[in-house]
C-alpha cells in the first residue's frame, strides 16, 4: 500500500457490528493519543446483516518512518514531564501543561482558512514536533501529557462549532480546558 502502514484485525468471533466498531477505534485513538500513527481511516469489510469481519485501520504515515516519529513524540514528551514533574499540586501540572501546548504550538492557518492540513496537524506529532496544529492536536496532546501525570482527563468534540478540546478531573470535579487558546 505504497509504504503506508496499516493493520488488520479480525473481529468475526466478536460478533460486534460496524457502529461498535467504529466507536471503540473512535475510544482508542481518544485515550490513547500516542497511537497517533493510526489516526487514517478505517475500512470495514461486511458480510451478511452488517457483521464486520476485518477492521482495517490505516495510517496517514509511511511505515518506514513511524519508529522515528514515535521516538521524536517521546523525546518530546520526557523534556516536558520532567518539569511539570516537580509541580506538586495536580492543578499546577494542569496549568504548565496547558500554557506549555499554548506557548510553542502554532495554530494551523491553513485549516483555519478551510484547506485540509496534513495528517500531523489532528495528533501529538502537530504539536510536540512539527509545532503545528489544530483543535484536536491540541487537546489530544493535553490529554496525553494528562494520562502520563495520571491525572484523569478525556476529549470532547462539538461538532456544531467544528472544535475539540479537553476535559480534567481534579478533586472530585471535571473542568472543561482548552489547550488551543
Not at 475500512?43 to 513511524?66: P, Q
Not at 490529554?143 to 467544528?162: C, K, Q, T, W
Amino acid at each position: 500500500t505504497n509504504g503506508l502502514c496499516y493493520v488488520k484485525i479480525d473481529i468475526r468471533s466478536w460478533n460486534m457490528d460496524i457502529a461498535v466498531a467504529k466507536q471503540m477505534f473512535i475510544s482508542m485513538h481518544r485515550q490513547y493519543p500516542e497511537f497517533f500513527f493510526l489516526s487514517g481511516s478505517l475500512l470495514f469489510t461486511k458480510s451478511g446483516s452488517n457483521v464486520a469481519y476485518t477492521v482495517t485501520m490505516y495510517s496517514d504515515y509511511l511505515k518506514e518512518d513511524i519508529p522515528g516519529m514515535v521516538k521524536q513524540v517521546e523525546y518530546e514528551t520526557l523534556s516536558v514531564l520532567s518539569e511539570a514533574s516537580k509541580i506538586p499540586t495536580d492543578l499546577g501540572k494542569v496549568l504548565y501543561i496547558h500554557n506549555y501546548i499554548t506557548l510553542n504550538t502554532r495554530y494551523n492557518e491553513d485549516v483555519l482558512e478551510g484547506r485540509e492540513g496534513i495528517p500531523a496537524v489532528y495528533d501529538i506529532y502537530g504539536v510536540l514536533v512539527d509545532r503545528d496544529a489544530v483543535c484536536q492536536g491540541y487537546a489530544y496532546a493535553f490529554n496525553y501529557f494528562m494520562h502520563r501525570l495520571g491525572i484523569p482527563s478525556d476529549f470532547v468534540r462539538s461538532a456544531e462549532m467544528s472544535h475539540g478540546w479537553s476535559l480534567v478531573k481534579l478533586g472530585d470535579h471535571w473542568y472543561h480546558i482548552d489547550p488551543t487558546f
